[in-house]
T-cell receptor
Framework: KQEVTQIPAALSVPEGENLVLNCSFT??????LQWFRQDPGKGLTSLLL?????REQTSGRLNASLDKSSGRSTLYIAASQPGDSATYLC??????????????FGAGTQVVVTP | NAGVTQTPKFQVLKTGQSMTLQCAQD?????MSWYRQDPGMGLRLIHY???????DQGEVPNGYNVSRSTTEDFPLRLLSAAPSQTSVYFC?????????????FGPGTRLTVT
């Protein structure tokens, strides 16, 4: 069974510092990996999606890398801002044909960016 | 497009009561699913549907029923609410034909069972 782990569970950084968030998964047979942001009491906002054939995706200050062979993805947020404070979740979409993209989620990393 | 919508936003139930959580999407997505989110456990899949008339169980289906009579709607029914069903419920959808399979989530329903 696929296990998705996010370490650390919580992270606090001063404004301007780069954020590095880690996601690891146990089964490399994945279709894609998606990073989400969740603000307190809110839903999930999709940040980046990486297909299994890709090594990275970028959007503005965000860059996500994927290393399937080692079962790791990293989300980089450059020059963090207080508005980046949120919980970041990674989710893996399995490759098996009967899974129909059922996502396996990590528990998330709670990020606080202090002014 | 409104995307994925969910109602209600908040609900308090007593043990044994039943209710339906509503979910609708206007993106003509074939695939819809329900997740629950509990502290420290991430999101877990309850039920999913790959199209109208087709549903299947996810990781934690006990105590919940679903049906899919239209492409747009995917309601989740709690038959007899229990305190263990206190959680935040999210509905999600994605295209069944798009290559990226990116999933879109609703704003959630926060349910408390007393």
């Amino acid at each position: 069974k696929q296990e998705v782990t996010q370490i650390p569970a919580a992270l606090s950084v001063p404004e301007g510092e780069n954020l590095v968030l880690n996601c690891s998964f146990t089964d490399s047979a994945i279709y894609n990996l998606q990073w989400f942001r969740q603000d307190p009491g809110k839903g999930l906002t999709s940040l980046l999606l990486i297909q299994s054939s890709q090594r990275e995706q970028t959007s503005g200050r965000l860059n996500a890398s994927l290393d399937k062979s080692s079962g790791r993805s990293t989300l980089y947020i450059a020059a963090s801002q207080p508005g980046d404070s949120a919980t970041y979740l990674c989710a893996v979409g399995p490759l098996t044909t009967d899974s129909w993209g059922k996502l396996q989620f990590g528990a998330g990393t709670q990020v606080v960016v202090t002014p | 497009n409104a995307g994925v919508t969910q109602t209600p936003k908040f609900q308090v139930l007593k043990t044994g009561q039943s209710m339906t959580l509503q979910c609708a999407q206007d993106m003509n997505h074939e695939y819809m699913s329900w997740y629950r989110q509990d502290p420290g456990m991430g999101l877990r899949l309850i039920h999913y549907s790959v199209g109208a008339g087709i549903t299947d169980q996810g990781e934690v289906p006990n105590g919940y029923n679903v049906s899919r009579s239209t492409t747009e709607d995917f309601p989740l029914r709690l038959l007899s609410a229990a305190p263990s069903q206190t959680s935040v419920y999210f509905c999600a959808s994605r295209s069944g034909t798009s290559g990226t399979y990116e999933q879109y989530f609703g704003p959630g329903t926060r349910l408390t069972v007393t």
